[in-house]
């Protein structure tokens, strides 16, 4: 009898151990990632493969993704909307459970303050209330009872609840205005009032900040506030790639280090409890694999890549409410992994979870490093299909 009840005890212990292991430890959403243009451009896949990729990403942890689009092509002339493949994408994503952040960047010609220069997206557009417009449009039809729910009742509802403006509109190659903030500030008011007439509660991301030449992710926080932004944002992203060639422990500090400061202005301007949100994270395995001169300080290998993303979400999570993050996207889904493209973006290629070849999806070993993580931190088990475990 007694050894009954100690192996009863025994039994009890063993169980309330794996429910404490199987514990959820971020919020849903959490842990993301970036959607590539193989998937978000229009008919670049089919729906089954668009479907399956979704799919994937949900049972290897994504519980959201952020999806950029080109002003230009969502309204390729003023007042004329395009939303076809945004319908496409949500149909997808909402089937399995993917929460989306979508991102809006890039001046058309028609709206751009430039609209001669060749570089006519880099510049704002000449009225604010242009974009204004635009976004208020996309809120009607995808955010809370937005048009594209009631035209679809039979899909499961995941209205957009988080919109991002810009995209890294503190460096010149995306902003082509200095001051860069007070422009940008105007450009977010529009967005935010015409977001928030329709739904309240969707949130309106500003950022995502990234270092440019001389100018940190910080100093970009200060000047949006010094701006008078303060009351026309919910979120602000960061983008804070880095690299310490050395050291893992180094380069997840550095990391850290940027969301620091970047918190630390927030405060001084009396918002420290304005969420952030890391809109792109990533350490490309593209060392000794792109010229020299296509190189931007953040690369790394394989094998530091994977302790890379290891470490660094892992920092995340013990520091997350500290710091106020509470979304970590990971740049990006898919990508090539080959020395094509512009220098400016050839690192990148090798930043994938998956790679992509001639409209073939193969997983790399780094899905498999995120998925663990994924997986853990969301309270399920190591064998589980992610999406049980929410």
């Known amino acids: 009898m007694l050894l009954l009840t100690l192996a009863a005890l025994a039994a009890a212990s063993v169980g309330a151990g794996s429910a404490e292991a199987a514990k959820r430890k971020v919020p849903f959403g959490f842990f993301g990632a970036v959607v590539p243009p193989e998937l978000s451009q229009p008919r670049a896949v089919s729906d089954t493969v668009l479907d399956q990729q979704m799919g994937l990403m949900a049972r290897s942890g994504v519980e959201s993704i952020r999806v950029t689009f080109a002003w230009g092509d969502l309204e390729p002339a003023q007042g004329q909307y395009d939303f076809t493949n945004v319908d496409r994408l949500l149909r997808a994503a909402g089937a399995h459970r993917l929460e989306l952040l979508l991102n809006v960047t890039a001046t058309p010609r028609w709206a751009s303050s430039r609209p001669s220069s060749p570089e006519a997206h880099r510049f704002p557009p000449r009225d604010p209330a242009t974009y204004g417009a635009l976004m208020g449009q996309l809120a ?43 422009s940008y500030t105007q450009l977010l008011r529009s967005a935010y009032r015409a977001i928030k007439a329709v739904d309240r509660g969707s949130k309106v991301v500003a950022g995502s900040f990234v270092a440019a030449p001389n100018y940190s992710q910080w100093a970009a ?4 506030y010094k701006a ?61 694999k792109v010229p020299r001169r296509a190189l931007l300080g953040l690369e790394t290998t394989s094998k530091g890549q994977l302790a890379r993303l290891k470490a660094g979400y892992k920092r995340l999570v013990a520091e997350r409410r500290r710091l106020g993050v509470t979304q970590a996207y990971w740049y990006t889904w ?19 979870l998956m790679r992509i070849r001639n409209g073939v999806f193969s997983p790399m070993p780094i899905l498999r490093t995120y998925t663990s993580l994924a997986r853990r931190y969301e309270g399920c088990r190591k064998s589980a299909d992610a999406r049980r475990c929410n």
């Open 221 to 224: 926080t200060r000047d949006l």
């Open 140 to 182: 009607s039809r995808y955010a809370r009872g937005g048009s594209f729910w009631t035209e679809n009742p039979t899909l499961p509802s995941a209205p957009i609840r988080h919109w991002q403006i810009w995209n890294e509109e503190n460096a010149p190659w995306h902003w082509d205005r200095r001051p860069w903030a007070p």
């Open 228 to 288: 008078g932004a303060k009351p026309y944002f919910d979120e602000i992203a960061v983008h804070p790639f880095t690299n310490n060639d050395v050291s893992v422990a180094g380069t997840v500090e550095q990391m850290l280090e940027i969301l620091r400061r970047t918190r630390a202005e927030t405060r001084r301007a009396k918002d420290g409890r304005v969420p952030i949100i890391i809109t792109e994270l990533s350490w490309p395995a593209s060392r000794g």
């Open 334 to 352: 898919a990508t090539q992994y080959d020395r094509e493209g512009a220098l400016s973006v050839m690192s990148f290629r090798y930043a994938g």
